[in-house]
Structure formats: C-alpha cells, structure tokens
C-alpha cells in the first residue's frame, strides 16, 4: 500500500479530520460523529473508561491534569477515552450523557515559541466529557478553565517545539458546537443540520453564535484585526494567510466527501468509517513521521430520551492505527453490566 505523506504547514506537520452529519443527510433521528487522530508514528493511544466518581465538596480536592492541577468539580460523568499513552487527556471520547467530543490542532497570532505550560487541548476534551452533560455545558466548561487557566505545553512526549492551540467539534443528542480558540480567546457556531467538519485551520468567519469577552477589542490591540467591517475571526486570529486557511486542501477534501452524502440519509457508521479511510484527501494518514493512530464513529440518537432504543448513542472505536486495515470495534461508556 501507498504511504501517504503529511502535508506541511508553518514548519509542522498537520493531521487530524472531525466530522459530524445530521439530517437530512443521516437517516431521521441519528446524528453521525466521526475522527481520525494524526498523530508521531508510534505513539501509544488506547481506548479507556473511567467511571463517575464523587469527590469532597471543599476545595483541597484536585485535578491533575497532564501538566498542571485545577479544582475538581464534585461530580465526574462515566467517560470513554481514545486517550495518548503519556498524556492525561484524550483526542476524543463520549460521556454517558450522549456528549461526543473531538479536537483538532491550529496555528494561531497568539501562539508563541517557549509557551508555559497550562492546560493541553486533549485535557480540555476529557474535562469537558467529565464535566459537561450537554454539548453546550461542556462548551462552556471548556471556554471557561480556557479563560481561567489557559492552554499550552508541549503536546508530543519527545519534541517539546511541537505545540498548538485548539478547535474542537462537540456533539450531543441535539446539536453541536464547533469551538474555535486562540490563546484565551474564541468563537463557537452551533450546527444542528447537515455537514460539518474541521480540520488543522480556522474555519469560523463572520458567523458565529457566542464568543469570549472582548475578542474584537483584544484583536485591535494586539494588530489582528484593522478592518472596519464585522470581524471575521479566521482573517484575524490565522498565522498564515487567510487565503491559506480557508483553501486548506484537508480541510475541503473532508468536506466534499461530507457533502456526497448531503441531503441523502446516506450517512451512518459504515458511510463514516469510509470517510476515516480514505486516502486521495488525505484523511487516512501514514507515513512520514505522522500517521492516523486511532479512529472513533459514533451514532448519536437525537432527542433527550435516548432514541427509540433508550441508548444515547454507540461508538465504535480502533484504538490502534491506520483505520484502513484496522477493525472498529464497539464499546460503551457504561458496560451493560455495570449500570
């Protein structure tokens, strides 16, 4: 088979593909997520469950995270994780409440060389699964340890430059946000019908639904943004050209393969488990230091009663690389024997 090169970007090599479908291009009442995390080849990611726990109401409890500690909530949500071996958060994962979470790596104007160490954008993903029982609940827990402790460190076990900021695609029974973040700042669009997707480039322009306090200011002053039409966060947050962001050959590839099945109903697990495997767009990445190193699909049952069969959603995931040779296997955030 054909080794398929990462394309570069700022010196970086990029990865990592987040889609989600929703009527009417899924059959009536089943939202489709689905990712593929890039990752250095041979670096570890497993599929873990951890389980609701309880913790003191006071504040000496903590949460470590994989650089630094934050307060702990009293109550976690069951998770399951596609979670990197040496890192504490993960790429992607599901909660018991039907909350599916994906993050992609971006290069922003305020991603500087030599960054404290603060929160990981894969910590970000498990906290927000822990502490969110809706898509926007976990949005806004995101946005808010964002805002209250930042993100950067290092996010490769042996290569301390490689570091980045974070988009996330978060998903629940009834709708999604797409979370765009530079620095402490972002942007959030929700999607509740047909395609969307991410990949390792801004996306989010003039229309979005929330942001954080203040970015329009802060991007004046920092020389973002010296425009005087409505601010467009992809033009002033993108390190490169905004030319280059929105052309993103990942990113487009992703979305035509999304737009096939447009109106259709033809998007479910296996229509999605196509998409992970495919190799003209890229999507499917092995070889030259990078390679897909875990997949997830998940079948999302839309409404808060958990769909006709009581299930909120059923994921499947690899947990091993290469989604085009590998099996996707199904598991569940709380195993039928343990309720």
């Given at each position: 088979?054909?080794?398929?090169?990462?394309?570069?970007?700022?010196?970086?090599?990029?990865?990592?593909?987040?889609?989600?479908?929703?009527?009417?291009?899924?059959?009536?009442?089943?939202?489709?997520?689905?990712?593929?995390?890039?990752?250095?080849?041979?670096?570890?990611?497993?599929?873990?469950?951890?389980?609701?726990?309880?913790?003191?109401?006071?504040?000496?409890?903590?949460?470590?995270?994989?650089?630094?500690?934050?307060?702990?909530?009293?109550?976690?949500?069951?998770?399951?994780?596609?979670?990197?071996?040496?890192?504490?958060?993960?790429?992607?994962?599901?909660?018991?409440h039907?909350?599916?979470?994906?993050?992609?790596?971006?290069?922003?104007?305020?991603?500087?060389?030599?960054?404290?160490?603060?929160?990981?954008?894969?910590d970000l993903?498990?906290?927000?699964?822990?502490?969110?029982?809706?898509?926007?609940?976990?949005?806004?827990?995101?946005?808010t340890?964002?805002?209250?402790?930042?993100?950067?460190?290092?996010?490769?076990?042996?290569?301390?430059?490689?570091?980045?900021?974070?988009?996330?695609?978060?998903?629940?029974?009834?709708?999604?946000?797409?979370?765009?973040?530079?620095?402490?700042?972002?942007?959030?669009?929700?999607?509740?019908?047909?395609?969307?997707?991410?990949?390792?480039?801004?996306?989010?322009?003039?229309?979005?639904?929330?942001?954080?306090?203040?970015?329009?200011?802060?991007?004046?002053?920092?020389?973002?943004?010296?425009?005087?039409?409505?601010?467009?966060?992809?033009?002033?947050?993108?390190?490169?050209?905004?030319?280059?962001?929105?052309?993103?050959?990942?990113?487009?590839?992703g979305?035509?393969?999304?737009?096939?099945?447009?109106?259709?109903?033809?998007?479910?697990?296996?229509?999605?488990?196509?998409?992970?495997?495919?190799?003209?767009?890229?999507?499917?990445?092995?070889?030259?230091?990078?390679?897909?190193?875990?997949?997830?699909?998940?079948?999302?049952?839309?409404?808060?009663?958990?769909?006709?069969?009581?299930?909120?959603?059923?994921?499947?995931?690899?947990?091993?690389?290469?989604?085009?040779k590998?099996?996707?296997?199904?598991?569940?955030?709380?195993?039928?024997?343990?309720?």
């Amino acid at each position: 088979m054909a080794q398929h090169q990462p394309k570069q970007r700022r010196g970086k090599p990029v990865g990592c593909d987040t889609f989600v479908a929703f009527p009417p291009a899924t059959p009536e009442g089943i939202i489709v997520f689905g990712k593929n995390s890039d990752r250095p080849s041979g670096e570890g990611q497993s599929i873990r469950r951890y389980e609701s726990k309880t913790y003191q109401d006071d504040t000496s409890s903590q949460c470590q995270c994989t650089y630094i500690s934050i307060p702990q909530v009293a109550k976690t949500h069951a998770v399951l994780l596609s979670q990197i071996d040496w890192m504490w958060g993960a790429e992607m994962g599901a909660n018991e409440h039907g909350v599916v979470i994906g993050n992609e790596a971006v290069w922003t104007q305020d991603l500087a060389s030599g960054q404290p160490e603060h929160l990981l954008g894969m910590d970000l993903v498990r906290l927000g699964l822990e502490r969110g029982s809706s898509a926007k609940e976990a949005m806004q827990v995101i946005t808010t340890l964002l805002e209250t402790h930042g993100q950067g460190g290092a996010c490769a076990e042996d290569d301390p430059s490689f570091t980045y900021h974070n988009s996330y695609l978060i998903v629940d029974p009834t709708e999604a946000w797409v979370l765009e973040t530079s620095g402490k700042h972002w942007v959030a669009e929700k999607v509740t019908t047909g395609v969307r997707n991410i990949s390792n480039c801004l996306s989010i322009r003039s229309k979005f639904d929330l942001t954080s306090k203040g970015i329009e200011d802060y991007a004046r002053q920092k020389g973002y943004w010296k425009e005087t039409g409505s601010f467009d966060f992809t033009q002033a947050f993108c390190a490169g050209s905004v030319q280059e962001e929105t052309s993103d050959p990942r990113f487009c590839g992703g979305k035509r393969l999304l737009e096939r099945h447009a109106g259709k109903g033809t998007m479910n697990k296996n229509a999605m488990i196509a998409i992970l495997r495919d190799h003209p767009s890229g999507v499917c990445m092995h070889g030259g230091g990078f390679e897909t190193t875990s997949s997830w699909v998940s079948e999302i049952n839309m409404g808060k009663d958990g769909g006709v069969d009581g299930v909120a959603a059923r994921h499947w995931v690899t947990g091993k690389p290469h989604p085009c040779k590998s099996d996707f296997f199904e598991e569940c955030v709380v195993p039928p024997n343990n309720p």
